[in-house]
Nanobody
Framework: QVQLVESGGGLVQAGDSLRLSCAAS????????VSWFRQAPGKERAFVAAISWSGITTYYADSMKGRFTISRDNAKNTVYLQMNSLKPEDTAVYYC?????????????????WGQGTQVTVSS
């Protein structure tokens, strides 16, 4: 089992930045890729970004490219999501998810473990 805990969410203004963290514990000796998803009220959970175990491969949703950066520090068992130039439409609960193996995926149903989520609210 891998437990994931997100942190770093909050209320910010449009144009501000936030850095989310996803700390893993438990069976962290295995290789796992990590993805970030978000879910706005009344909408389905949507892919944001993903990173491979090595950190070499990253994927982004089109609307996040150039604004969000995903990274990881395996020594700290932590994955980060740096979010810049935030917009009101970025308001959502952000979840991190882990998939056993090295390769990341953008698919919700392919994740093995989920965190509880952290709220990000961007005011205009």
């Amino acid at each position: 089992q891998v437990q994931l805990v997100e942190s770093g969410g909050g209320l910010v203004q449009a144009g501000d930045s936030l850095r989310l963290s996803c700390a893993a514990s438990g069976r962290t000796s295995i290789n796992y890729a990590v993805s970030w998803f978000r879910q706005a009220p009344g909408k389905e959970r949507a892919f944001v970004a993903a990173i491979s175990w090595s950190g070499i491969t990253t994927y982004y949703a089109d609307s996040m490219k150039g604004r969000f950066t995903i990274s990881r520090d395996n020594a700290k068992n932590t994955v980060y999501l740096q979010m810049n130039s935030l917009k009101p439409e970025d308001t959502a609960v952000y979840y991190c998810a882990a998939r056993i193996g090295s390769s990341p995926t953008t698919v919700v149903d392919s994740q093995n473990y989920w965190g509880q989520g952290t709220q990000v609210t961007v005011s205009s």
